[in-house]
């Protein structure tokens, strides 16, 4: 790789991400829940049928864990979201490792000039 070709792969990186829309880390569970009250169907020995589907959503920032509910009508456009966070994740990683090896790509051609004097 040259050091335009890694330069060309970043600029596509950032095209990419200037286009991501809404988007929050984080992952989204569906849970089932008993309610505890006695005579209820969720309570059933036999076969209880519980309560749900609850959407629980988990994410950490900035050191902070948080796990809060989501109404199901949001759960679609929730899973976007964090469907979109993890493309921003893994664009950002990406454009690093382009950085990382442009900025060795450039300090070995400089070596390589200083062997050739
Ligand atoms: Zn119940």
Not at 46 to 66: A, I
Not at 68 to 75: G, L, S
Not at 87 to 100: G, H, I, K, N
């Given at each position: 790789m040259t050091p335009r070709q890694i330069e060309f792969r970043i600029k596509r990186i950032k095209r990419e991400l200037m286009k991501l829309g809404p988007m929050r880390p984080g992952a989204l569970s569906m849970q089932y829940a008993a309610c505890q009250k006695s005579g209820c169907a969720c309570?059933?020995?036999?076969?209880?049928?519980?309560?749900?589907?609850?959407?629980?959503?988990?994410?950490?920032?900035?050191?902070?864990?948080?796990?809060?509910?989501?109404?199901?009508?949001?759960?679609?456009?929730?899973?976007?979201?964090?469907?979109?966070?993890?493309?921003?994740?893994?664009?950002?990683?990406?454009?690093?490792?382009?950085?990382?090896?442009l900025s060795q790509l450039r300090l070995d051609l400089a070596r390589r000039k200083d062997d050739e004097k």
């Open positions: 309570m059933d020995p036999v076969k209880p049928k519980k309560h749900g589907p609850f959407y629980q959503l988990s994410y950490s920032h900035l050191g902070k864990s948080t796990t809060r509910f989501v109404r199901p009508n949001y759960a679609g456009p929730i899973k976007k979201e964090l469907a979109t966070y993890k493309r921003f994740r893994e664009l950002t990683q990406e454009w690093v490792t382009q950085e990382l090896a």
